[in-house]
């Protein structure tokens, strides 16, 4: 299998069916990132008029190298906690910048912190003034180490602040707190999506910037020993780029989803284990698996209840763990 980046762009946009963002004017906060590159390329593809504002502290400009000579997408190297004043008009400010790998938590907390406050407030502001939409990416973190699983979105959380995810989770809960202010108070159209694992191409492997997926396959493909921390019991529940791409497009598109939260995750429960031995299947590697102490405050489970995706959005995850990492592995050997 060779992996075709012109797949990934048609699987999306069947699934968004009639949706359409032609000659919407958008910004995406984070959209040099993982997940903001590929909502840019939807975007961008459907003839909406893309801003791409991303200060590439974890984002990488080579993510969006293909869109920087079209007409109708624009970048911006800027930290959006620092103020900007930007020309065009917008319908639709999608808010998306942070860092979210928990190696970078110890690194970056501040950076964290002022991503999902103050530089949320600053989007907030610009959709305030433009009378735009605004979509905001949260994250199953706002439930810490949940006590509720699978957990829905009327859960509070069970988060420890001055702990080592704290810059994160709370970062991320004051965020939500931000937008429902600005719903309340101004009465803006709002989204928030609580984002829980996803994975697919152009997720880093490197460094601290490195989630267990992309680390797993790196390992395993330069024949190094698979780093489990704890047992590997602990699950997480991962969905594919498309599937999530097409449930975050959807949310800021129907007008059903005004003023929501929705969980948007895969509600198919992984131990860390038994991905790393997926991994090692696929790419048939001889690595071994080691284990190492398990980080503090590491959530033990991690599950969606999907129902209000699937009843507001429409939507389900559609595909498999065993299809996405085969998908993600040929991506990653194609981009060596
Ligand atoms: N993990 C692991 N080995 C690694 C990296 C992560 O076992 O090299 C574990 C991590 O402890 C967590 C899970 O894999 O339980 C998912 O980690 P990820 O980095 O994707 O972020 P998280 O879901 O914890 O925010």
Known sequence: MIWDYKKEVEAIEKNLGDLTFEDRRVLITGGA????????????????????????????????AHLLDLENFRFIEHDISEPIFLEEKLDLVVHMASRA???????YPIEILKANTIGLMNSLEIAKKNQARLLYTSTSETYGNPLVVPTP???????????????????????????????NQFGLDTRMARIF???????RFDGIYGRA??????????????????????????????DQIEGLLKL??????????????????????????????ITRSRSEITFHPLPKDD?????????????VLGWQPKVPLQDGLARTIEWYKSSK
């Open 197 to 203: 694992n996803t994975y697919g191409p152009r997720m």
């Open 33 to 64: 990132g993982f997940l903001g590159s590929w909502m840019c390329d939807i975007l961008v593809h459907q003839g909406a008029k893309v801003v791409c504002v991303d200060n590439l502290a974890s984002g990488l400009k080579s993510n969006i």
């Open 101 to 107: 790998s928990p190696f970078e938590f110890e690194h």
């Open 252 to 281: 800021a598109c129907l007008e059903e989803a005004r003023g929501s939260v929705i969980n948007i995750g895969n509600d198919k429960e992984t131990t860390i284990l038994d991905m790393a031995k997926k991994v090692l299947e």
């Open 213 to 242: 997926i992309p680390r797993f396959i790196d390992q395993a493909l330069n024949d190094r020993p698979i780093t489990v921390f704890g047992d590997g019991s602990q699950t997480r529940s991962f969905t594919y780029l498309t």
């Open 153 to 183: 979105e009327s859960y509070y959380g069970n988060v420890n602040a001055i702990g080592p995810r704290g810059c994160y989770d709370e970062a991320k809960r004051c965020g939500e707190a931000y937008v429902t202010a600005y719903k």
């Open 299 to 311: 959530p033990l489970r991690r599950k969606p209840v999907i129902t209000r995706a699937e009843e």
